[in-house]
């Protein structure tokens, strides 16, 4: 089966900019997961998606982010304005009910 | 929340050694522990978990215990190999609904001296 696929894999702002990832999960998967991790640590969960509800965003810092999973499927997370810290990799992944997380490749972020 | 604590955060052996890493968890919720290898630039992929009601499962080199009463588990990995080395993450979690909130440790680098 195929893979979480996400894109860009690689992207250069500048501070106070905005960017957006894109999520694509195994197909059929209805949970989405998106984690932000920052070098040298584990993932930490910004938000939980059952198929297009928020199931969890108690660590998403609203303020500057935001993420929607239109129609179930696919997903978008969004930074606007990125600060120096926000500089990591952010991973999209997906599960089945009761069953483990796949990871995507991931993003990585770079915020000058 | 979940705060998980993992040890150490690097470890080297020798080739065919065996490699044990420790983690601890806070809530006692949690019910569902998996390991994740990660290397290099890549993506963190599962390699063995084990849920609350087992105190030990193994996979060929690969085995986890878990002790519910302490709240710790530990991840052993025997006669390791070059291709072992990586950085290792437990994680823990509470069932939320039909799906899991993961809370992952800080990872621990392996090394695996040829």
């Known amino acids: 089966e195929a893979g979480v696929a996400q894109s860009p894999r690689y992207k250069i702002i500048e501070k106070r900019q905005s960017v957006a990832f894109w999520c694509n999960p195994i197909?059929?998967?209805?949970?989405l997961y998106w984690y932000q991790q920052i070098l040298g640590q584990g993932p930490k969960l910004l938000i939980q998606?059952?198929?297009?509800?928020?199931?969890?965003d108690s660590q998403l810092p609203k303020d500057r982010f935001s993420a929607e999973r239109l129609k179930g499927v696919d997903s978008t997370l969004k930074i606007q304005p990125a600060k120096l810290e926000d500089s990591a990799v952010y991973l999209c992944?997906?599960?089945?009910?009761?069953?483990?997380?796949?990871f995507g490749p991931g993003t990585r972020l770079t915020v000058l | 929340g979940e705060n998980v604590e993992q040890h150490p955060s690097t470890l080297s052996v020798q080739e065919g050694d065996s490699a044990v890493i420790k983690c601890t968890y806070s809530?006692?919720?949690?019910?569902?522990f998996p390991w994740y290898k990660q290397e290099l630039g890549k993506r963190p992929q599962l390699i063995i978990d084990?849920?609350?009601?087992?105190g030990e499962k193994k996979d060929q080199r690969i085995a986890v215990t878990l002790n519910k009463t302490a709240k710790h588990f530990s991840l052993h990995i025997t006669e390791t190999q070059p291709e072992d080395s990586a950085v290792y993450f437990c994680a823990a979690s509470p069932s939320v609904g039909s799906n899991y909130k993961l809370t992952f440790g800080k990872g621990t680098l392996l090394t695996v001296n040829p």
């Open positions: 084990i849920r609350s009601n087992v």
């Open positions: 809530d006692s919720a949690s019910n569902y």
């Open positions: 998606f059952q198929n297009n509800g928020v199931v969890d």
């Open positions: 197909s059929g998967h209805a949970t």
């Open positions: 992944a997906s599960s089945s009910r009761y069953n483990e997380q796949f």
